[in-house]
């Protein structure tokens, strides 16, 4: 699967929402903070897109579209929706 080449470059400490894609390339990562606590590491060529992010019940979901992410969630659950490969 090739990633989509019209995305646009982020800065540091941007503020991501609902419905936001997040992916890198071949010679990048990403690391995305929510609560200043529970981080998603995205690896190279990865993308994501931002579920749900809600403080009111405290949930978080994101959907792996394809490549390889490293979750650490303290005190919060979150929850990853795979992309379903057809064989």
Do not use: C, M
Not at 61 to 79: C, F, H, M, T, Y
């Amino acid at each position: 699967r090739e990633l989509d080449s019209s995305f646009q470059p982020i800065a540091p400490l941007s503020k991501i929402y609902e419905q936001d894609t997040i992916q890198t390339n071949d010679s990048g990562i990403s690391e995305i903070i929510f609560n200043k606590q529970n981080v998603i590491r995205l690896n190279k060529n990865t993308q994501i897109q931002i579920e749900r992010v809600s403080g009111e019940s405290n949930e978080i979901a994101v959907r792996l579209i394809d490549g390889e992410i490293w979750v650490n969630s303290k005190n919060q659950p979150i929850r990853i929706i795979t992309e379903k490969t057809s064989t």
